[in-house]
């Protein structure tokens, strides 16, 4: 045996000593701590190129610009929502 790996037994079994130092991979925290916030960028480059290649279209429907514009002057809704909102409206209140 030589001198050297002695040295080195004997330093690592001593209290208090420090373990050598290794590199930043070995450590599973920075794996975690690098990984996590670049899966998010790779998750969101993939959902900007999603919504790039899926643009809705703009509408050009004159009916449904005219009810579009009649909400936005009159502040009120359109009246193809009321037979909705009444049932639903109806379905919250109780029996009588």
Do not use: C
């Not at 050009?60 to 929502?81: F, N």
Request: charged residues 15%; aromatic residues 6%.
């Amino acid at each position: 045996m030589n001198q050297e790996s002695a040295v080195n037994t004997s330093a690592s079994l001593r209290p208090g000593a420090e373990p050598p130092a290794q590199p930043w991979w070995h450590f599973k925290i920075m794996w975690l701590t690098l990984g996590l916030p670049a899966s998010v960028v790779v998750a969101s480059l993939y959902t900007a190129g999603i919504a790039w290649r899926h643009i809705d279209p703009v509408v050009t429907d004159p009916q449904v610009v005219h009810a579009a514009e009649d909400v936005v002057e009159h502040g009120h809704r359109a009246t193809a929502m009321e037979p909705a909102e009444r049932a639903r409206n109806h379905a919250a209140t109780p029996q009588q």
